[in-house]
Each structure stands twice: as C-alpha cells, then as structure tokens.
C-alpha cells in the first residue's frame, strides 16, 4: 500500500555533495517519522538521519554536521543533504517511512558512490 521511491544517488568525489530525495505514495495518515539508512558492503545496515512529524531530527555520529534532513507533507517526501562526502559515505542508501500504528515501510535503495 505504501511505495518509497528514492532518487539523487549517484558518483560523486570526495568532499563533494549530494542530495537524495524519497517521495512516499500510498494510503498514510499520521506519520510517525520518516529517514534514511544506508548499507556498506560488509557492513550491517545503520541509520543515519530520521525525522519526525514534529520535525524533530536526528543523525548518526558520523554524518553529522555534514548531513541534514529535511521533509515535505504534501506529497511526503523526505531528502537527505549530504555534504562534505567522504569515502566511507560509500553505501546503498534506503529511504523510510514509519506511519502511526505501521510497520515500517522501505524504499528499493539508492547507490551513493564517493571516490577518493
């Protein structure tokens, strides 16, 4: 019932910036928050930024100050704003959507590539 789908990821050189954008289509009301994870190769899947409907925002340690994220309600969608990329940034990234009273729902994922 709920689609995600991502955009923006790409290659990009180190201390360079992206932006990724997630709309969310479907039947959702009351979202409860919405965020990106991303997943390295041979690393276990992290959160790095969520939002809330509030727009109380959190990040991982290390993206922040160098990542923002930020959302729409009409249509929702949420971006992600990374800045200052390094290599170790390199990962799949997957957009979220937690509505009130759901499971969360998840996006096909999009490739952020930083080269060094």
């Known amino acids: 019932q709920v689609q995600l789908v991502e955009s923006g990821g790409g290659l990009v050189q180190a201390g360079g910036s992206l932006r990724l954008s997630c709309a969310a289509s479907g039947s959702m009301y009351s979202i409860r928050a919405m965020g990106w994870y991303r997943q390295a190769p041979g690393k276990q899947r992290e959160l790095v930024a969520s939002?809330?409907?509030?727009?109380?925002?959190n990040y991982a340690d290390s993206v922040k100050g160098r990542f923002s994220i930020s959302r729409d309600n009409a249509p929702n969608t949420v971006y992600l704003q990374m800045n200052s990329l390094k290599s170790e940034d390199t990962a799949v990234y997957y957009c979220?959507?937690?509505?009130?009273?759901?499971?969360?729902?998840w996006g096909q994922g999009t490739q952020v590539t930083v080269s060094s």
């Open positions: 939002i809330t409907s509030g727009g109380i925002t």
């Open positions: 979220s959507v937690a509505p009130a009273g759901s499971r969360e729902y």
